[in-house]
C-alpha cells in the first residue's frame, strides 16, 4: 500500500540561522541531514531551544534555509511558485490548539485550507464530509470553536489538515497544552492516520511516553542532530538523555534504577507493559 | 456580558427569510430604509409596519428577541416625544401646561417619526437574527468588491472581519480569566469613581493586548501554514449563489418602492 522505501521530505546539510537581534547568536540549525520516509513515524526530541520547531518550519517552507536544502516530493523549499504545493503534501499542527483555527464554525475551519488550495465547491464539501467521518467530528460540524474542548479543537486542526490530503502532517508539541483525556485522544487519532492511512508524521514532544509509539527517534541539541534510532535505542540511552537534560520514559527510568539495585533486568525496555512483564518474570526466576 | 450586543445574535432556523441570500437581504433593506425615510403618510408607515411584522412572525424568531433590540432606541423614542409634543405648533391645543402646549400637529409627528423608527429598526433586526455573522461579513464585503479598484483589499477585510468574529468570544474568555487573576491578588473593578475604575482595568488591557498579538502571530502562521497567501485567489465551502427567491424577493421590494413613489404616499 504504501512504499515505505520512498523519501517524503529531505533535508540536506540544513542550517538555519535567525536575523534581527544579536549578531554572534549561534545558528539555530546547522549541518542537519535528515530524511522522512512514506508512512514513517518520526519523534523529534530534543531540549528547549534545541531547534525542534525550526525545523519543522523548515520543512512546511514557513521558513527558507540559510544554507543547504529541503525538498518536499522532490519541490525545493526555495520554489516560492510551488509553496501551496509543498503546504499541501506537508501540513502542521501547533502546540495551541485555540490559535490554529481561523473560522467562525469547524467545516467552515476544515474548508478553510482547501479553500487557499481553489477547489471547487462540491469537492470541498465531500472532502470536509470524509475528514470529518474519519474524525468523528460529524457532530460538531456546526460547532464555534470556541466550545470545543482542547481536543477536539486539536483534532479539527488535524482535520483541516488531512482535508488537504497530505503526504505528511508535522506536529509542534500538539498534546502540550491539553488535559490527559485530550491528550490520548489526538495520540490515538494521529496512531491511527499514521498506521491505517500511511500518514507520515513528524511530531516534536516533550513527553517521552509519546516517542515511544514512533518508528524512529531522532535526538535535537543546539541545533544539531545528535542521536537517532529506535524508541528502543533511544529511550533506553538513559546517559545520553540525561546528558542532555531530558528524561526518558517511567519504565525506563525505573528499570535503570532497579538496575543499579541489583535486579537482572533485561535491556530494551522502554514501556511500562514491558517493566511490567519483565518484573513478574523475575519474580518466577527468583 | 455579550448578551447585550443584539447585534450579530443569530437566531437560527429555516424559515424563507433565513435562507435569502444575505446579499439580496442587504440590498432589500437598504432600499425598505431608503422607503422608510421618504415615506410621509401614516397609511404607508402602518403598511410597511404591518410587511414588518409579517415577516417577523414567518421567521419564527421569539418575539422577545426584537424587542430586546428596539430598547437601545427607547431613549431616542423618549427625546422624540418631548422635542415634537412640546415644541412643535399647529393644530388643535391638546393640553397646556403653563405656557407650554401640546397641539395636534406635534404629537401626530412625533408618534409617526417613533412609528418609523421602531420600523426601521425592527427590518434590520430582521437582517442580523436571521443571517449568521459569518455569512453577513460575506455579504458586505461582496459589496465592498468596487473599492478592490480604488486598491482597498476587500478581500483581504472580509478576512479579517470574519477572524475578528472566530476571536470575539476567545478574547471575552481571556479576559474574564484575566479579571478573575488579577480580582485574586486584590485587584478592585467595582468601587471607585469612574476616573479610578477605568484606571484600575489598565492592569487588565494590557496583559490582553500582549496575548492578543501573540495569538496573532500564531494565526498568521497556521494560516500560511495551511496556504492561505494575502492577495491570492480563494474558493468557498459554500457558494452563495442568487437563487429565483432571492430575485422575487428583490423584485417584490423594487415594486413596492416604485408603487410609493408613484403614488406619493
Given at each position: 500500500?504504501?512504499?515505505?522505501s520512498?523519501?517524503?521530505?529531505?533535508a540536506?546539510?540544513?542550517?538555519?540561522?535567525?536575523?534581527?537581534?544579536?549578531?554572534?547568536?549561534?545558528?539555530?540549525?546547522s549541518?542537519?541531514?535528515?530524511?522522512?520516509?512514506?508512512?514513517?513515524?518520526?519523534?523529534?526530541?530534543?531540549?528547549?531551544?534545541?531547534?525542534?520547531?525550526?525545523?519543522?518550519?523548515?520543512?512546511?517552507?514557513?521558513?527558507?534555509?540559510?544554507?543547504?536544502?529541503?525538498?518536499?516530493?522532490?519541490?525545493?523549499?526555495?520554489?516560492?511558485?510551488?509553496?501551496?504545493?509543498?503546504?499541501?503534501?506537508?501540513?502542521?499542527?501547533?502546540?495551541?490548539?485555540?490559535?490554529?483555527?481561523?473560522?467562525?464554525?469547524?467545516?467552515?475551519d476544515?474548508?478553510?485550507?482547501?479553500e487557499?488550495?481553489?477547489?471547487?465547491?462540491?469537492?470541498?464539501?465531500?472532502?470536509?464530509g470524509q475528514?470529518?467521518s474519519?474524525?468523528?467530528?460529524?457532530?460538531?460540524?456546526?460547532?464555534?470553536?470556541?466550545m470545543?474542548?482542547?481536543?477536539?479543537?486539536?483534532?479539527?486542526?488535524?482535520?483541516?489538515?488531512?482535508?488537504?490530503?497530505?503526504?505528511?502532517?508535522?506536529?509542534?508539541e500538539?498534546?502540550?497544552?491539553?488535559?490527559?483525556?485530550?491528550?490520548?485522544?489526538?495520540l490515538?487519532?494521529?496512531?491511527?492516520?499514521?498506521?491505517e492511512q500511511?500518514?507520515?508524521?513528524?511530531?516534536v514532544?516533550?513527553?517521552?511516553?509519546?516517542a515511544v509509539?514512533?518508528?524512529?527517534?531522532?535526538?535535537?541539541?543546539?541545533?544539531r542532530l545528535?542521536?537517532?534510532?529506535?524508541?528502543k535505542?533511544?529511550?533506553?540511552?538513559?546517559?545520553?538523555?540525561?546528558?542532555?537534560?531530558?528524561?526518558?520514559?517511567?519504565?525506563?527510568?525505573?528499570?535503570?534504577?532497579?538496575?543499579?539495585?541489583?535486579?537482572?533486568?533485561?535491556?530494551?525496555?522502554?514501556?511500562?507493559?514491558?517493566?511490567?512483564n519483565?518484573?513478574?518474570?523475575?519474580e518466577?526466576?527468583? | 456580558?455579550?448578551?447585550s450586543i443584539t447585534?450579530?445574535q443569530?437566531?437560527?432556523?429555516?424559515?424563507?427569510i433565513?435562507?435569502?441570500?444575505?446579499?439580496?437581504?442587504?440590498?432589500?433593506?437598504?432600499?425598505?430604509?431608503?422607503?422608510?425615510?421618504?415615506?410621509?403618510?401614516?397609511?404607508?408607515?402602518?403598511?410597511?409596519?404591518?410587511?414588518?411584522?409579517?415577516?417577523?412572525?414567518?421567521?419564527?424568531?421569539?418575539?422577545?428577541y426584537?424587542?430586546?433590540?428596539?430598547r437601545?432606541?427607547?431613549?431616542?423614542?423618549?427625546?422624540?416625544?418631548?422635542?415634537y409634543?412640546?415644541?412643535?405648533?399647529?393644530?388643535?391645543?391638546?393640553?397646556?401646561?403653563?405656557?407650554?402646549?401640546?397641539?395636534?400637529?406635534?404629537v401626530?409627528?412625533?408618534?409617526?417619526?417613533?412609528?418609523?423608527?421602531?420600523?426601521?429598526?425592527?427590518?434590520?433586526?430582521?437582517?442580523?437574527?436571521?443571517?449568521?455573522?459569518?455569512?453577513?461579513?460575506?455579504?458586505?464585503?461582496?459589496?465592498?468588491?468596487?473599492?478592490?479598484y480604488?486598491g482597498l483589499?476587500?478581500?483581504?477585510?472580509?478576512?479579517?472581519?470574519?477572524?475578528?468574529?472566530?476571536?470575539?468570544?476567545?478574547?471575552?474568555?481571556?479576559?474574564?480569566?484575566?479579571?478573575?487573576?488579577?480580582?485574586?491578588?486584590g485587584?478592585?473593578?467595582?468601587?471607585?469613581?469612574?476616573f479610578?475604575?477605568?484606571?484600575s482595568?489598565?492592569p487588565?488591557?494590557?496583559?490582553?493586548?500582549?496575548?492578543?498579538?501573540?495569538?496573532?502571530?500564531d494565526?498568521?502562521?497556521?494560516?500560511?501554514?495551511?496556504?492561505?497567501?494575502?492577495?491570492?485567489?480563494?474558493?468557498?465551502?459554500?457558494?452563495?449563489?442568487?437563487?429565483?427567491?432571492?430575485?422575487?424577493?428583490?423584485?417584490?421590494?423594487?415594486?413596492?418602492?416604485?408603487?410609493?413613489?408613484?403614488?406619493?404616499?
Open positions: 500500500m504504501v512504499n515505505r520512498e523519501i517524503i521530505i529531505e540536506k546539510d540544513l542550517a538555519y540561522q535567525y536575523t534581527g537581534e544579536e549578531e554572534a547568536s549561534s545558528p539555530a540549525l549541518g542537519v541531514n535528515i530524511s522522512v520516509h512514506r508512512g514513517e513515524y518520526i519523534a523529534l526530541i530534543g531540549p528547549n531551544g534545541s531547534g525542534k520547531t525550526t525545523l519543522l518550519k523548515l520543512f512546511n517552507a514557513l521558513l527558507v534555509p540559510t544554507n543547504g536544502e529541503v525538498r518536499v516530493e522532490g519541490i525545493s523549499t526555495f520554489d516560492e511558485e510551488n509553496i501551496l504545493s509543498i503546504r499541501r503534501h506537508c501540513g502542521m499542527i501547533f502546540q495551541n490548539p485555540d490559535n490554529q483555527l481561523v473560522a467562525t464554525t469547524v467545516e467552515e476544515i474548508a478553510f485550507g482547501l487557499n488550495l481553489t477547489l471547487p465547491s462540491a469537492e470541498i464539501q465531500k472532502r470536509v475528514v470529518s474519519v474524525l468523528g467530528l460529524q457532530d460538531l460540524l456546526q460547532q464555534a470553536p470556541h470545543l474542548s482542547g481536543g477536539e479543537k486539536q483534532r479539527v486542526a488535524i482535520a483541516g489538515v488531512l482535508a488537504m490530503q497530505p503526504g505528511c502532517i508535522l506536529m509542534d500538539p498534546t502540550a497544552m491539553l488535559d490527559p483525556a485530550g491528550r490520548n485522544d489526538v490515538q487519532t494521529v496512531q491511527h492516520l499514521n498506521s500511511g500518514l507520515a508524521v513528524v511530531h514532544t516533550h513527553f517521552p511516553e509519546e509509539m514512533a518508528d524512529r527517534v531522532v535526538v535535537l541539541e543546539d541545533g545528535v542521536a537517532q534510532g529506535s524508541p535505542e533511544i529511550l533506553g540511552n538513559t546517559s545520553l538523555l540525561h546528558g542532555l537534560g531530558l528524561q526518558s520514559t517511567a519504565a525506563v527510568e525505573l528499570a535503570s534504577l532497579l538496575r543499579q539495585d541489583g535486579f537482572d533486568l533485561p535491556e530494551g525496555i522502554i514501556t511500562n507493559r514491558e517493566l511490567v519483565s518484573i513478574c518474570s523475575l518466577q526466576t527468583d | 456580558m455579550s448578551r447585534l450579530g443569530y437566531y437560527p432556523g429555516k424559515s424563507l433565513h435562507r435569502l441570500n444575505p446579499r439580496a437581504k442587504i440590498l432589500s433593506l437598504v432600499m425598505v430604509l431608503i422607503l422608510l425615510f421618504s415615506l410621509h403618510t401614516y397609511e404607508a408607515l402602518l403598511a410597511q409596519l404591518a410587511v414588518a411584522l409579517l415577516l417577523i412572525w414567518n421567521t419564527r424568531v421569539p418575539f422577545r426584537f424587542l430586546r433590540g428596539l437601545p432606541i427607547l431613549y431616542i423614542a423618549l427625546f422624540a416625544i418631548i422635542i409634543f412640546f415644541f412643535t405648533s399647529g393644530g388643535v391645543v391638546l393640553l397646556r401646561i403653563g405656557f407650554i402646549t401640546v397641539e395636534s400637529h406635534g401626530q409627528q412625533g408618534i409617526f417619526i417613533i412609528l418609523r423608527l421602531i420600523t426601521l429598526v425592527l427590518f434590520s433586526l430582521l437582517l442580523t437574527l436571521t443571517t449568521t455573522p459569518l455569512a453577513l461579513t460575506h455579504g458586505i464585503g461582496y459589496f465592498l468588491k468596487p473599492l478592490r480604488v483589499p476587500t478581500e483581504e477585510i472580509a478576512m479579517i472581519m470574519a477572524i475578528a468574529l472566530r476571536f470575539i468570544p476567545t478574547l471575552m474568555e481571556e479576559s474574564q480569566r484575566l479579571m478573575r487573576a488579577q480580582v485574586s491578588r485587584a478592585d473593578f467595582e468601587t471607585g469613581s469612574i479610578r475604575r477605568a484606571k482595568l489598565v487588565l488591557i494590557v496583559p490582553l493586548f500582549v496575548s492578543a498579538f501573540r495569538r496573532a502571530d494565526l498568521a502562521l497556521a494560516m500560511e501554514a495551511r496556504g492561505y497567501q494575502v492577495g491570492a485567489v480563494r474558493t468557498r465551502m459554500y457558494e452563495d449563489t442568487i437563487m429565483p427567491l432571492d430575485w422575487t424577493v428583490l423584485l417584490v421590494v423594487i415594486a413596492m418602492v416604485a408603487v410609493a413613489w408613484i403614488l406619493g404616499l
